[in-house]
């Protein structure tokens, strides 16, 4: 053999993911393709693997809560709906009309999300025949301890498969055999339009079976190969909450691993969640039970502490986030210090070495460089110049019920703890406000604001004395 196969990849490329069948075992009135793995639904993941595969038409066959799924998958997607649940061969003939007959097809399913592109691209590479044509048919087989459920791998003398016997279809001694059909395969266009019309559902389920086309190409006297994935896991599939969680544990502990090999340290490595993508410096540290969501950026010796929360924020080198924070769509500039228990919502901007302490919330607000907001504190529609102070429970009284207003502090302001600001309001630079002011009007720089009642001392006060 002068060529290898490995460099093999088909021209044209349509990729047809089942994703028809209710998913009853799971219990819900989600469609089971939909349920989230890592914070994506399964079928988003089958189609974000696919499309690393290079320029390929992807198909997705619906049925159950078909327009549910229509809304919640993104891509460039053609969809295929099957009415009723005939069977996985039938499930393919729905797409194929909308397939080109020049191109491999390769069959995926919506509820087998960890499948690799590195062993689809091994598979592919075995749609091709020793000649160099795209004409054989490829099989993804995987050997199991407990194979009961499974179409089995029926192979002749010579180890060349022959057939795909389903469970229910099986006798006593092909049950024995525990090489087993995953369902992932690929093979010509050309060839399934001849033979999935020559299905039929005379069987133990009364189903089309896309299996039944590997005897068909054995009768045709085609090539048929079976190769297996690196993972077992690639191609587990879910049909219940159990099987849901155990692949969701799997895939968190290979993103801890990555993250590991990256340098992270990692409290834990089964105490992390990674819904979405983490983006880590060097020496970066993260404690247990914390969860990032969406686009999460954490730069050189960056730590977390435990049970915090980030989502679609950017918190640059040398911060620190401490236990319990919570942090949404925030940006968070170099060496800040945030937390216990500090909550950063939308549009929080901390400039370089600011610090928002416990039970603070920052929404849509600039905290300028090196101020602070360490206790207790509401500052919403908000600019915060730099070396300002905050006293605690200062509170930025944003909304009158209808609209929102912004509140300015200019640099070096001192806030006294408990005061109220009544946006829209501005408080110059340098400016000292007495603790427990309420501050309705623009204070100039550098002046002193005090808003509150008179204190009085009483000489000789006698309290109330109870009647005996
Ligand atoms: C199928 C294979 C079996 C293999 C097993 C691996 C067939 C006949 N059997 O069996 O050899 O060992 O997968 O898990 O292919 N689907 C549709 N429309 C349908 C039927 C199924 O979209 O009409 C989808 C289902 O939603 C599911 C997938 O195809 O995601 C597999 O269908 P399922 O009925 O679970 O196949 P099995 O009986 O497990
Ligand atoms: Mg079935």
């Known amino acids: 053999m002068a060529h290898s196969r490995e460099h093999h990849t088909p021209e044209h490329l349509a990729v047809v993911t089942l994703a028809a069948g209710k998913g009853s075992r799971m219990k819900s009135d989600l469609p089971k393709v939909l349920h989230k793995l890592a914070g994506k639904p399964m079928l988003q993941h089958v189609l974000d ?6 320029d390929a038409s992807q198909h997705v066959v619906i049925g159950h809560g078909a327009e549910q799924v229509r809304e919640a998958i993104r891509g460039n997607v053609i969809w295929a709906l099957q009415q009723e649940q005939k069977g996985t061969g039938h499930a393919v003939a729905q797409a194929l009309p909308d397939v080109d007959p020049q191109a491999v097809v390769l069959v995926l399913y ?35 301890d407990n194979p009961t459920g499974y179409g089995r791998i029926v192979r002749n003398a010579d180890g060349q498969v022959q057939a795909i016997v389903e469970h229910k279809d099986a006798n006593e001694q092909q049950r024995q055999i525990r090489e087993v059909n995953t369902g992932i395969l690929a093979v010509s266009a050309a060839a399934l339009n001849r033979w999935l019309p020559l299905l039929s559902a005379d069987n133990a389920q009364g189903e089309y079976y896309l299996t039944d086309i590997v005897a068909l190409a054995v009768a045709e006297g085609k090539t048929v190969q079976a190769i ?9 599939g879910v049909n219940d909450r159990l099987q ?12 801890a691993d990555e993250l590991m090999t990256l340098g992270v340290a990692l409290a834990d490595p089964a105490r992390i969640d990674v819904r979405g993508s983490l983006i880590v410096g060097s020496d970066v540290s993260i404690d247990v039970g914390c969860v990032f969501e969406g686009e999460v950026i954490l730069g050189n010796g960056v730590s977390v502490g435990p049970y915090c929360v980030i989502r679609n924020s950017e918190i640059a080198a040398g911060s620190s986030v401490e236990a319990y924070s919570h942090i949404d769509d925030a940006s968070v500039d170099r060496n800040c210090a945030i937390g216990p228990y500090a909550r950063l919502r939308p549009g929080a901007d901390l400039a370089t070495g600011a610090r928002v302490g416990n039970f603070c919330e920052i929404k849509k607000a600039r905290i300028g460089a090196g101020s602070k907001v360490n206790h207790l504190s509401y500052i919403g529609d908000a600019e915060v110049g730099e070396q300002v102070n905050i006293g605690a429970g200062t509170i ?40 427990g002011s309420v501050i309705t009007n623009d204070v100039d720089d550098n002046q002193l ?14 309290r109330p004395q109870k009647k005996s």
């Not at 690196?230 to 587990?236: I, K, P, R, S």
């Open 228 to 236: 297996q994935p690196q993972q077992e896991y690639e191609v587990q």
């Open 110 to 144: 919506g509820d087998v999300p960890l499948i690799t592109v590195d062993t689809l691209h091994r598979l592919l590479a075995h749609t091709f025949t020793d000649s160099g044509a795209a004409d054989a048919l490829a099989l993804l087989t995987v050997e199991l």
């Open 244 to 255: 849901m969680a155990a692949l969701e544990r799997i895939y968190q502990r290979q993103q």
């Open 396 to 435: 930025t009284c944003n909304y009158d019920g209808v609209n929102k207003s912004l509140t300015r502090i200019g640099d070096n302001a001192f806030i006294g703890s408990n005061t109220a600001l009544v946006a829209p309001v501005t408080v110059g630079k340098g400016v000292t406000v007495g603790a």
């Open 449 to 462: 604001a005090v808003a509150r009642g008179k204190q009085r001392n009483i000489d000789g006060w006698q």
């Open 49 to 54: 693997t696919a499309v690393q595969l290079g």
